[in-house]
């Protein structure tokens, strides 16, 4: 959105997830990386405050999973089949970080810049994805 406002991006997403549901189709929202300062600030030399970036999408990131959360507690409730998942991006190299550590050489393995994944980032998104299809075939 707008300065990279949380309440902007989250209302556009919710906006177009919506209109997707509304016309049938099924959804995948997902809550995306988060930036690795240490490395975006050596790569890009912008000023960017990437500490207060992370803090956005960690809020963005919180309105993805507690909506999908109630939308999911909806179609139980309503016995229907599921058509939103989560594919918790964040989640996941956060998770990472944690297990392998948040220093520069950690984090590289997973971060080419700070903001893009390494092979092995975009390696394991896709397992996870797979994962959570595999998971969820009723959504195919």
Not at 35 to 60: C, F, H, M
Request: hydrophobic letters at 40%.
């Amino acid at each position: 959105g707008p300065r990279g406002e949380a309440d902007s991006a989250w209302s556009n997403i919710q906006a177009m997830a919506a209109a997707a549901l509304q016309s049938g189709a099924k959804v995948i929202l997902t809550a995306p990386p988060m930036t690795i300062p240490e490395l975006a600030s050596r790569r890009w030399s912008d000023g960017t405050d990437y500490d207060a970036v992370n803090r956005k999408l960690e809020e963005l990131r919180q309105r993805i999973v507690d909506w999908c959360e109630e939308r999911a507690a909806e179609a139980v409730q309503e016995k229907a089949p599921a058509t939103l998942l989560l594919w918790d991006v964040f989640g996941e190299f956060e998770q990472r970080l944690k297990e392998e550590g948040t220093t520069l050489e950690g984090a590289s393995r997973w971060f080419v810049d700070g903001l893009h994944p390494t092979k092995r980032g975009y390696e394991a998104m896709a397992k996870q994805l797979l994962k959570l299809l595999d998971e969820n075939p009723y959504f195919l």
